[in-house]
């Protein structure tokens, strides 16, 4: 019941009592389920038929208790609740143009298009304002190549912010190439993401956070190198779009490059490339650089692989410890994983305790911060082996219950990684 509901494309109950903050058993079930090939086929059959032209544009429309927020009175109130601002963001067209952040030789470099896969956009949203939510999705929309552009997913991690009733209707008013899925449990991305995959139809999957604008030429990077080799794993270069004055900062262009690693706390980290060993191109200038760890919020992978590795650990809960664990994983089970220069999305680094301002942390009195630390601590038993003493030396986490790893222990075991 709790599957069917969750699948359930109505608008949500914003009066229903709030869910429980765990794995339900009805989703543990449901995550092993996915889109029949022939419930896919069908997807791609009717995709087909749909077209739309560019740019496509969109208005935001709210009632004036929204736009004129009681939290917009100071910058104080509005980052305190927003972590950005969102007043300034209600003001802002949801189609603004933002910089190319592409190089000269990025442009100049030609794609076998016709021949690439086409791809399901997954943008996970929990309490996201409306205007950076449909901005986002405007950019991918218009940014993207129609005929690669399979469909968007949305899927809502159970959210309570009142505006969000209003999602409906400005969807719309879109093509009609996006989905939405509204959970029933608010328990974190790793069950969204995997509720999202299950839902997907295309080749390729590419996670979007909900904060984020995609720039000119973001795709056909990373489905070139998915292309090549479907166990790449591929991460735009990610540029900060302030969270003042929501102007976008590309990254692109830095030189030398950089790429994810991490701490022995399993802290995400960004170090220098090495530009003998992590560069993988002809060109280095623009080339794919070879990264052991991903920032975890934006990144494409073929929808296959991503199954057949064991999607994400479904204990993994709210925040933290699942971009390490996926990053693990995919180099330990015969893939790699890749940071793409030539591919740029802005996304605004929220300054904020996301924490604080979540109702339903607070009415059922979960302590996030205990289970990061379970998170991470069931990264290290079932990845690091005799590794896993520095973390725990690190973050003093000896003798805390980490939960039941058993089922990851044995995929592990049978994909030989």
């Not at 996030?368 to 998170?375: E, G, H, I, Q, T």
């Amino acid at each position: 019941a709790a599957a069917a509901a969750d699948s359930a494309n109505n608008k949500p109950d914003r009066k229903r009592r709030n869910p429980p903050i765990a794995v339900m058993p009805e989703e543990r079930k449901f995550a092993e389920e996915r889109l029949s090939e022939a419930q896919a086929a069908a997807t791609r059959a009717a995709r087909t038929s749909i077209t739309y032209s560019l740019p496509v544009t969109l208005k935001l429309q709210l009632p004036d208790k929204f736009l004129n927020h009681p939290s917009f009175k100071s910058d104080q109130t509005k980052f305190r609740q927003w972590g950005f601002d969102l007043d300034k963001s209600n003001k802002m067209p949801l189609d603004r143009v933002i910089n190319d952040g592409r190089m000269p030789e990025c442009k100049a470099v030609k794609y076998d298009v016709d021949n690439f896969p086409m791809v399901s956009v997954i943008i996970i949203y929990y309490n996201e304002p409306l205007s950076t939510l449909l901005r986002n999705v405007l950019s991918v929309i218009n940014r993207t190549p129609a005929h690669l552009l399979g469909e968007i997913i949305l899927v809502d991690d159970f959210s309570t912010l009142e505006e969000l009733q209003y999602l409906d209707e400005h969807l719309q008013k879109l093509p009609k190439i996006i989905r939405t899925v509204r959970r029933t449990v608010h328990n974190g991305i790793v069950g969204a993401r995997v509720r999202g995959a299950q839902e997907a139809a295309f080749e390729v999957l590419v996670f979007i956070d909900s904060h984020a604008e995609v720039s000119p030429g973001w795709l056909e990077p990373l489905l070139a190198r998915i292309h090549e080799d479907p166990t790449r794993v591929v991460v735009p270069s990610l540029g900060s779009i302030s969270t003042r004055t929501l102007s976008y900062n590309p990254t692109g262009s830095m030189w030398p490059p950089i790429k994810g690693s991490f701490n022995w706390r399993l802290t995400f980290t960004l170090v220098g490339a090495d530009l003998e060993r992590d560069l993988v191109g002809d060109v280095k200038r623009i080339a794919a650089v070879r990264c052991p760890v991903m920032p975890g919020g934006i990144f494409a992978i073929d929808r296959n692989f991503f199954f057949r590795i064991g999607a994400y650990d479904p204990e993994i809960l709210y925040y933290g410890g699942e971009h390490v664990e996926l990053s693990f994983r995919v180099w330990m089970c015969g893939g790699s994983m890749e940071f793409i220069p030539c591919s740029n999305v802005g996304h605004i680094y929220r300054d904020f305790d996301r924490f604080a301002v979540d109702p339903q942390l607070k009415a059922n009195n979960v302590s996030v911060f205990k289970l990061m630390d379970r998170n991470d601590m069931r990264v290290a038993e079932v990845w690091m082996d005799e590794y896993k003493e520095l973390f725990y030396n690190a973050r003093g986490l000896h003798g805390q219950d980490f939960g039941d790893v058993s089922a990851r222990r044995s995929l592990r075991e049978r994909l030989q990684c």
